[in-house]
């Protein structure tokens, strides 16, 4: 694909702004369309065919962070936030939010292009379809028509228990489950009572998950039971 067929949507509030990367990125060879609005935009990411997107963060409607979580619970498509210095916030830097890059504003125009060709790059190498129902949590994905857990895009093994009760902490993400529920929503009745099972299984899931990646998906609540947060 030539940089010519490239359709980059601006989401940007701040009309100077929009219109400089517009003038720039086509006269870089790309097709941009400029969308101020944060609701209309996650509705057009979706229904449009977008090659890449620039996300300003405070927008009418629908903030930056809240467009980007949602698209990418469908989609793969490269998202580059492009944010003010002074509303950078924690989830941003660290792209839990699933994007791609982010750069400040005010930022020299070589920087912008460069992270650009390198969000191309990037899908280029790894691009696939666009799989339903992924659940994220900072760098997980876990595709439950697979049963199948990715760690940046790297495979992690689960036995099938393992992944069905990281799935059920995924899917009740910042809610903190006691042993007991966990072990009659993972394992059934057959196994009430033995709730020293759980424990045996979050130890698994800790030595897959945050050890490797030296990362923390699953905290204890002492006394009560466990909960991943997102
Ligand atoms: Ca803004």
Redesign the pocket.
């Known amino acids: 694909m030539t940089t010519a067929t490239r359709k980059i949507l601006i989401v940007?509030?701040?009309w100077k702004?929009a219109r400089f990367l517009q003038i720039e990125l086509e006269h870089e060879g790309f097709t941009t369309v400029i969308e101020a609005n944060g609701r209309n935009a996650l509705d057009r990411i979706i229904q449009e065919n977008f090659d890449l997107v620039l996300l300003?963060?405070?927008?009418?409607e629908m903030d930056?962070v809240e467009i980007c979580r949602r698209v990418r619970a469908v989609s793969q498509l490269p998202i580059i936030m492009v944010t003010?210095k002074d509303?950078i916030d924690d989830k941003v830097k660290g792209l839990d939010i699933g994007a791609d890059d982010y750069i400040t504003k005010p930022f020299a125009l070589p920087e912008l292009l460069a992270r650009i060709r390198a969000a191309f790059r990037k899908h280029t190498v790894t691009e696939q379809p666009a799989e339903k129902n992924v659940l994220n949590i900072k760098n997980l994905a876990l595709f439950p028509n697979r049963y199948e857990a990715e760690i940046d895009g790297q495979p992690v093994e689960l036995t099938k228990k393992e992944y069905d009760l990281l799935e059920y902490l995924v899917r009740n993400k910042n809610v903190v489950l006691n042993r007991e529920h966990i072990l009659q929503e993972v394992w059934g009745y057959e196994y009430m009572g033995d709730t020293n099972v759980v424990d045996v299984y979050i130890r698994y899931l800790r030595s897959k998950l945050d050890e490797p990646f030296e990362q923390k998906y699953i905290h204890t609540v002492r006394g009560v039971g466990y909960v991943v947060k997102d």
């Not at 300003?56 to 009418?60: A, E, F, I, R, V």
């Open positions: 940007e509030d701040e702004i300003d963060l405070m927008l009418p930056g003010a509303d």
